[in-house]
């Protein structure tokens, strides 16, 4: 028995070691496949990552499927049951690294369309992809950098399904309608190095962040509401210390991130951190990385058309969750554009024995084509 079109090119994409930022031949293989179908493609190479915008049409709406062929490293092969580049079904499930992470979602977007554009030709309105090779590096060369040019040109996207897993059990029980934003601090403490047996001649900055410290790990930052938890506060790294057991140190390092809600505003959060760090008259350096600012899409015909089309192949309405962590959704959400996330369950994204259930894909499949049919048919 024959793959069917989308597990067969799920297999292709799943076979190349495109271990981020490396695509080799992603890309390629979809641009062909989009080319045929009458896609304008425009390759976009910044730095060390690959991108290709491709768009169908010149109407609005202009509704984008967006997604990654990077995958994460493997980890040690002798922890996997197959070759993470050999794709392999056993018992109904897919392994391969990247099978839900996310070339599954890859290959049902493109089939999808294939089929669309088959029973609509002259659809309404634009079809268009955002594909990087960098998204699970460090997210500076790729989705950023197109939609920064797509905005230079006043070309701006409407309507967006990113293919990150977004499932928790089986496809379509979960979509992502919003993420939160990720804020992260680098504080340095400064204190004045000495021997232990003499503190009254040092100061120690470890001493003198603790009570800064658990003031802001117990700060009620906002509420949330009723698609985010409350913003919370996270300190995971903090190194200070010579090493040596009899040296009060001169600095330390506190690194911390807030996950934020749409209640919250970077600017907000910096200032109440500043508050409390001078309220507790401490010597310090502090930068700040905003990762990401916070997205929902909590009404529109995105939103509308992606829950129907779940139903109509799951017999079952999604649950609307923004948990996890940060997407590239984040970068598209900041042109205006309702974004979704709808993917495959992932249990196994970034694990040795990465898996999809085949089944699943082939859901996926008719949801994407079936919110294609709710919006531009």
Known sequence: MSDTPTLALAKDLLSRQSITPEDAGCQELMIKRLEALGFTIEIMVFEDTTNFWARRGNEAPLFTFAGHTDVVPTGDL???????????IIDGMLYARGAADMKGSLACMVVAVERFVAEHPNHKGSISFLITSDE???????????????????????????????????????????????????????????????????????????????????????????????????????????????????????????????????????????????????????????????????????????????????????????????SDGRFIAQMGSQVIELGPVNATIHKVNECVNVEDLEKLTDMYQEVLNNLLA
């Open 136 to 326: 699970e590096g460090p997210f500076i060369n790729g989705t950023t950098r197109v939609v920064d040019t797509l905005q230079e040109r006043n070309e701006i996207i409407d309507m967006c399904i990113v293919g990150e897993p977004s499932s928790t059990a089986h496809v379509g029980d979960v979509v992502k309608n919003g993420r939160r934003g990720s804020l992260t601090g680098n504080l340095t403490v400064k204190g004045i190095q000495g021997h232990v047996a003499y503190p009254h001649i040092a100061r120690n900055p470890i001493h003198q962040a603790m009570p800064a410290l658990s003031e802001l790990a117990t700060t009620v930052w906002d509420n949330g509401n009723d698609y985010f938890p409350p913003t919370s506060f996270q300190i995971p790294n903090m190194n200070g210390g010579t090493g040596a057991s009899n040296v009060i140190p001169g600095t330390v390092d506190i690194m911390f991130n807030f996950r934020f809600s749409t209640e919250s505003t970077v600017d907000a959060l910096q200032q109440r951190v500043v508050e409390i760090l001078e309220k507790h008259d401490l010597e310090y350096d502090l930068d700040w990385i905003i990762n990401g600012l916070p997205f929902l899409t909590d009404t529109g015909d995105l939103l509308t058309a992606v829950v129907n089309a779940v139903d109509t192949v799951n017999q079952q309405k999604p649950q609307l969750l923004t948990t996890g962590g940060t």
């Open 78 to 88: 002798t922890h996997w049951n197959t070759n993470p580049f050999e794709p392999t």
